[in-house]
């Protein structure tokens, strides 16, 4: 049966990579299936109303950040409250939800997807400057250390990550210890580089509605 995480990404016509390593393979779902749930493989996709067009665009980004809709909502409305106060709105956007400790603990490669990265930070295999924090929306701030718990660090799991993240190169605004399963936030996180898949503007004019 078809996972409901590669539903969404069939909906709405984008890769998400809510599965990780599997979203690369020639097994993603979106690769054989190219078209919505429901609907068959000739079917064209139905021209969408500006609405329709803003919903999809809101999924898109929420889902990315693997979250629910009231905390997307949260974020998007307090992103515009702040307009007038700052140049780029869209960016601010990203770089809060990018801030996120689930967010960079995948950023760091700790955990192949954020769905993970969210259970490893709430099962407390996570830690901020040497506390262990189990609240996967705490926002990091530059100069923050975030590291595997010492005592997590035999588990398997972690185990097989020390081999598999050598080769892996963190954003730039993250610097990675791969021996150490430890990270430290050295600069605001980067539009360009987080590349959301989806058009901001048009979430805000969802939610300006």
């Known amino acids: 049966m078809e996972d409901n995480k590669c539903k969404i990404c069939r909906r709405v016509g984008v890769k998400l990579f809510l599965k990780g390593e599997k979203c690369f393979s020639p097994k ?18 139905r021209a969408l109303s500006e609405y329709g067009k803003e919903l999809v665009e809101k999924q898109k980004l929420k889902n990315w950040y693997n979250l629910t809709e009231r905390q997307f909502r949260k974020y998007v409305k307090e ?19 990018e801030r996120r400790l689930d967010n960079v603990v995948f950023r760091l490669g700790f955990a192949p997807s954020r ?15 040497d506390k262990t924090l189990n ?8 100069g923050d250390v975030v590291k595997v718990k010492e005592s997590s660090l035999s588990k398997k799991m972690f185990q097989v990550i020390k081999t598999t993240i050598k080769k892996y ?17 050295i600069a605001e996180p980067n539009f360009e580089e987080a590349a959301p898949p989806a058009e901001i503007s048009s979430i805000f004019e969802f939610y300006s509605r």
């Open 135 to 142: 609240i996967a929306s705490f926002s990091v701030k530059k």
């Open 115 to 129: 769905s993970s990265a969210r259970q490893l930070v709430s099962h407390r295999h996570i830690q901020v400057n």
């Open 28 to 45: 993603c779902p979106l690769v054989k299936k190219a078209y919505p749930p429901g609907q068959k493989r000739k079917r064209r996709r």
């Open 169 to 185: 190169t963190p954003p730039t605004w993250l610097s990675l210890d791969s021996e150490k399963l430890e990270g430290k936030v």
């Open 79 to 97: 992103t515009l409250s702040g307009r007038g106060k700052v140049e780029d709105t869209a960016t601010l956007l990203i770089q809060t939800l």
